[in-house]
């Protein structure tokens, strides 16, 4: 899943990224209402957790045009007001769902995931193909019964090839998926981390390499 966070309170938005990362999220950051904007015309986001209250371009701005753009993006918005006025005023603006600060992470995390379910075809909590059952929830995977051990990116690019329900999947699609944008295009951390989860996955290998197209499973 590719999440953007927007939020103007720097400490508070590199710890959500980072939690998120450690959820097996593809995470960019921006502090400002202009960079956000910024951001959605280059890149295709599941989700974005925005900070109403934003400096430069305010959040009420940035979640119009998300609407005005016609994006399948989810936004999850954030403000210190718990006033029930300025929730409904945010969710008549495009927002699909508000979260008042202070928040508990895990309740963060949750939110965020049943947003990204809704960007896509809904698919079972629990995700079974070829003898793999993974569960993003639990960020647990089995393959036969036994259990695997993922490192976040890896678990990450299993996710994603796993929900393309046996449809090849491209190594840039899985680069825009799994990793954030400061990772170098042209680096080959995507057949690495195919490589290596295909080795814990084990015999025989069910992620399959389309020459020339990229991988399925």
Same mark, same amino acid.
């Given at each position: ?6 939020? +103007?309170?720097?400490?508070?938005? +590199?710890?959500?990224?980072t939690g998120?990362?450690?959820e097996?999220?593809?995470?960019d ?6 960079a ?11 989700v ?8 430069v371009?305010?959040?009420? +701005?940035?979640?119009? !045009?998300?609407?005005?753009?016609? *994006? ?8 210190a007001?718990?006033?029930?006025s ?10 699909? +769902?508000?979260?008042? !600060? ?21 698919l079972?909590p ?27 990116k ?6 994603v090839? *796993? ?13 825009? !998926?799994?990793?954030?944008e ?16 295909r080795? !814990? ?17």
């Amino acid at each position: 899943m590719r999440v953007l966070v927007v939020e +103007d309170e720097q400490l508070l938005a +590199d710890a959500v990224a980072t939690g998120l990362r450690r959820e097996a999220m593809a995470v960019d950051v921006v502090y400002d209402g202009a960079a956000a904007l910024e951001r959605i015309e280059i890149n295709d986001y599941d989700v974005i957790v925005l900070d109403r209250d934003l400096p430069v371009v305010h959040g009420d +701005d940035v979640c119009r !045009k998300v609407v005005e753009l016609g *994006m399948p993006t989810r936004v999850l918005m954030l403000t210190a007001s718990g006033d029930v006025s300025d929730r409904v005023a945010g969710l008549e603006l495009g927002a699909d +769902d508000y979260l008042p !600060k202070p928040f508990a992470f895990s309740e963060l995390v949750a939110r965020v995931r049943a947003l990204g379910r809704r960007t896509t075809v809904a698919l079972p909590p629990v995700l079974e193909r070829a003898g793999i059952k993974l569960d993003p929830n639990r960020r647990e995977v089995f393959r036969d019964g036994r259990e695997v051990q993922l490192a976040p990116k890896e678990f990450a690019v299993l996710e994603v090839l *796993m929900r393309s329900e046996g449809a090849v999947v491209s190594a840039e699609q899985l680069l825009e !998926k799994a990793w954030d944008e400061n990772t170098d295009p042209f680096t080959n951390v995507v057949r690495v981390t195919v490589m290596t989860l295909r080795r !814990k996955l084990g015999e025989p290998a069910v992620i399959v390499t389309v020459p020339g197209s990229g991988y399925r499973i």
